[in-house]
Every structure is written in structure tokens, then in C-alpha cells.
């Protein structure tokens, strides 16, 4: 009997079938080696990780309860962890939170994951930033939402859009998705007076807030601003993360959300793997009560000032005043708006060329917008090596743009 010819294409799932590897990535495949620099990758400076701190908890939660720590756990999470979370939005925020509000999940992206399960079938409208979060878009992506953008400015979310974006897609629009603090990929703020607007806003729809913030413990300058959950309270989704503040190979985030949304949650977490590291969650938690987690923070918080002031201060030197970008008050990144005949994934490849990378701003736009954009984060390199390779990329930007490349930008002559 012949065999039947395998066509592995017709098993795909509808919603993979227009799912394409990232332009960006490929073209960062083989960037690396001796030399290189990298500004694309929104990660963390290992050289902040309480190496030693996790080593001791590690050894601790082991020797006193092992059995415990290597079982299957509740799939909420930790219970003193979620108290510890809790214990912290009061200490910074005033806000009460009860645990049973508190879900611990495989890093915040999980928690994107949860609400497109939970929230999203094909063709529903997610009201997102652009440009926006690409983690955000690619987890969501997978549900076949119809993204509804709008124009994100120095201080949030444009109004009039957010309203008129409402209005057109009353009924259809799930959620409105926000990253309110040292967004990714801008760095800008949201000030109070945006976010009690939007609050206001979502109390007169239908509709649920996300606000995705991993970023708001890093604020070079006092707190970040009140999460929304000040604002309303009732209809809000709060993710969070323990990556930036201590590390992400223990992928441990969390999601706060009101009672009835948080029991859907709670079974599609079920769905997927019970319940987060529970061995990871022990040492976390005991890394945290033992150690002075404020004074940790804090460490970061210098660090990454300083690398932002060094990257403002070579952008400064090295583009024309005619090519702005944004100066974050916290956070990873900054966002570099080229002219308009400018094309960023160009420039990256000539840029890898030259031995450093940026990411291009077209995969945080739901649109095929984003050409012209760049994000640049300072979180991986030191201050000489920041002003290396911003010498390297402006050189490469200003060739692009057909722009004369002389010392009045700061580009030294032996890169010539």
C-alpha cells in the first residue's frame, strides 16, 4: 500500500499560518564576537545580579525543606511570595492588595499569554501604544486580535484618539494595553494628569486596563508614577516582574486582577504547567526577606543613570539637533525619530557591519509603521563602551541620510 504524501502545512493551527520569523532577528543572527557592541537587546546588566545572595537562599530553602520546595505547589503561587508583593505595593504605593488578587506566573509574559487566552477571540480589538511593546504583540498576535493603535506622546496615551478609538470599536475592544512607566521602547513617562484621563475614560466603556509595568522599581529620579489601579481599581490588570530587579533566568512575574478575572486566569494557568517554578519562587522569597532589597534596587538605579546620561550625552555629540530622541527618566531605553527618508533596517545592516546593533522600531508597530524609528537601550554596556558605539552608529547613520560626517558631531576621525 502507498504511502499517503505528508503535508505538514495543512496541520497548522489558523493562527500560525501568517506567523513569520522577526526581519530583525535575522539580520542579528550573526552579530557578535570580538569587538561588538550591542544596544538591541532590552536586557538586564548581569554585573547586577545578587549572584552570591541567590547561592546562600538557594542552599537555605533546600537544607530546611526540601521535600516542600521540590513538590508540585498551588497554582496561585507561593503564598508568603504573594504576601511579600502585596507587603511592597503598600510600602510604595499605599495600595491594598489582597493576595488572593495576586498570581504568580512564568515572567510577566506569561501573564500576556493568561489574558489572550482568557479575553481574545479572532477579531477582537486590543487598544495598544504605538508604538508599543513588541512582547506584547507577539503574545497577543497568537489570539487574532485586530489591533487598534494610538499615538503614544511625551506624557502617554493622545486623548482625542484614545476616545475617537473607543467610540469606533465599542463592543469589539477588549482591553487597552499601557505600559505607563519608562516604556519599552520609548523610555517616556505617563504623567498624572494622562493617566486619572485615561482611568476616566475606561470607567465610561466597556472595556478592561493592562498595564504592563516591569519597569517601575528603575526610576533614576524618586518613584514612578501611581499604578492604575489607583485610579480604577475595579478594572484593571497589573502585570509585573521579577527580571529587572533581580533576574530573568528565574522567570518569575506576577499579574494582579480583579476576583472574576483572576478565577479564569487561575484555570488557564492550569492549562499550561499547573503553576509556576516553584523551586525558583522558594529561593526568590528567601532572597528577598534576607536581603536588603530597597539597597539592591537602588544599585541598579545608579547604574543605569549613568549609562543613560553617557548615551544622551554621545547622542548629543554625535547626530544633528534635527534627529531627536527621547531622554527616559528610568527604565532601559531610548528612542531615536529619524527623517522621514530614513529606513532603519537598512541602517541596521550596515551598522552590524560595523560592529554594533540597535533594534529598529518597525516591530512595535501593529501597522507596517515604523521605518524611520530606533531603540537603543544602555542597560548592557558601560559608559566607554556606550560612547563607542554610539560614535559607530552615528557614522553609519549619517552616511545613510547622505549627512557630511565631520567633527562638529562629535565623530572622532579615526573611525573614518
Known amino acids: 500500500m502507498m504511502a499517503m504524501s505528508f503535508d505538514v502545512e495543512s496541520l497548522f493551527a489558523e493562527r500560525m499560518r501568517n506567523v513569520r520569523p522577526s526581519l530583525t532577528r535575522e539580520l542579528l543572527k550573526n552579530a557578535g564576537g570580538p569587538g561588538f557592541i550591542s544596544f538591541a537587546g532590552g536586557l538586564p546588566n548581569p554585573k547586577f545580579f545578587p549572584t552570591e545572595a541567590l547561592i546562600t537562599a538557594t542552599e537555605a530553602v533546600l537544607r530546611e525543606d526540601a521535600a516542600s520546595v521540590l ?26 492588595i489582597p493576595i488572593e488578587q495576586i498570581l504568580i506566573t512564568s515572567g510577566s509574559q506569561q501573564g500576556l499569554d493568561l489574558l489572550g487566552k482568557v479575553l481574545l477571540d479572532p477579531g477582537d480589538v486590543v487598544i495598544n501604544e504605538r508604538p508599543g511593546y513588541q512582547g506584547a ?140 517554578n516553584n523551586f525558583a519562587q522558594r529561593v526568590l522569597h528567601r532572597y528577598l526577606i534576607a536581603n536588603p532589597i530597597s539597597e539592591h534596587i537602588a544599585r541598579i538605579r545608579a547604574g543605569y543613570a549613568s549609562q543613560a546620561r553617557a548615551m544622551i550625552a554621545a547622542l548629543e555629540c554625535c547626530l544633528p539637533p534635527d534627529i531627536p530622541f527621547t531622554r527616559p527618566q528610568g527604565g532601559m531605553f531610548i528612542w531615536v525619530t529619524l527623517p522621514e527618508s530614513a529606513d532603519a533596517m537598512v541602517i541596521l545592516k550596515e551598522a552590524v557591519a560595523q560592529k554594533v546593533s540597535f533594534l529598529p522600531g518597525m516591530p512595535f508597530f501593529t501597522d507596517g509603521g515604523g521605518r524611520r524609528y530606533m531603540r537603543l537601550s544602555y542597560s548592557q554596556a558601560d559608559e566607554a563602551t556606550i560612547e563607542e558605539g554610539i560614535s559607530r552608529l552615528a557614522r553609519v547613520i549619517l552616511q545613510h541620510l547622505d549627512a557630511p560626517a565631520t567633527e562638529q558631531f562629535g565623530i572622532r576621525s579615526a573611525m573614518a
Open 71 to 96: 513538590q508540585y505547589a498551588v497554582t496561585e503561587g507561593y503564598p508568603p511570595l504573594r504576601e511579600w508583593i502585596a507587603a511592597r505595593y503598600k510600602q510604595r504605593f499605599g495600595l491594598d
Open 137 to 276: 504583540i507577539h503574545a497577543l498576535s497568537m489570539y487574532q486580535p485586530r489591533f487598534a493603535s494610538v499615538t503614544l506622546g511625551d506624557d502617554g496615551l493622545n486623548l482625542d484618539e484614545l476616545g475617537h478609538t473607543l467610540r469606533a470599536h465599542a463592543g469589539r475592544a477588549k482591553f487597552i494595553i499601557i505600559t505607563p512607566n519608562y516604556q519599552n521602547p520609548t523610555g517616556i513617562t505617563y504623567s498624572e494628569a494622562r493617566r486619572r484621563a485615561i482611568a476616566d475614560m475606561v470607567r465610561r466603556h466597556n472595556v478592561l486596563l493592562v498595564e504592563d509595568d516591569p519597569y517601575s522599581e528603575l526610576g533614576f529620579e524618586g518613584e514612578s508614577g501611581l499604578p492604575m489601579r489607583a485610579y480604577v481599581e475595579d478594572r484593571v490588570v497589573l502585570l509585573g516582574s521579577f527580571s529587572k530587579i533581580v533576574a530573568p533566568g528565574m522567570r518569575l512575574g506576577w499579574l494582579v486582577a480583579p476576583p472574576e478575572i483572576m478565577q479564569r486566569v487561575v484555570i488557564a494557568k492550569q492549562g499550561v504547567d499547573f503553576h509556576a
